[in-house]
């Protein structure tokens, strides 16, 4: 069984920064892709974020240059640097884990961000 966690979010200024985790843990290969979705209201769920199992880095038009992606493999850990935030980045964030083994995935329960003076 495998469960993602997350962590992190919350209410900051624009112009500000905000760091969000996620963890994988339980019986989930050492071999996985992660990302960062985020949803805002009554809008799609946006891929914003990808680190590949090599360490690619690939971000969505929206948060190029602002966000970064990272991982620790030793703790299954994904993170996401938010920096010069907007309001218009307020939605609230998921992470993915998918092993490439199977490609199976599971996803973080979602952490509010929310941009705003």
């Known amino acids: 069984q495998v469960h993602v966690a997350q962590s992190g979010g919350g209410l900051v200024r624009p112009g500000g920064s905000l760091k969000l985790s996620c963890k994988a843990s339980?019986?989930?290969?050492?071999?996985?892709?992660m990302r960062w979705y985020r949803q805002a209201p009554g809008k799609e769920r946006e891929l914003i974020a990808t680190?590949?199992?090599?360490?690619?880095?690939t971000y969505a038009d929206s948060v190029a240059g602002r966000f970064t992606i990272s991982r620790d493999d030793a703790e299954k850990t994904v993170y996401l640097l938010m920096n010069s935030l907007k309001p218009e980045d307020t939605a609230v964030y998921y992470c993915?884990?998918?092993?490439?083994?199977?490609?199976?995935?599971?996803w973080g329960q979602g952490t509010q961000v929310t941009v705003s003076s």
């Open positions: 680190i590949s199992v090599g360490g690619t880095k």
């Open positions: 993915n884990a998918q092993q490439t083994s199977d490609w199976q995935d599971w």
């Open positions: 339980g019986t989930i290969s050492n071999i996985f892709v």
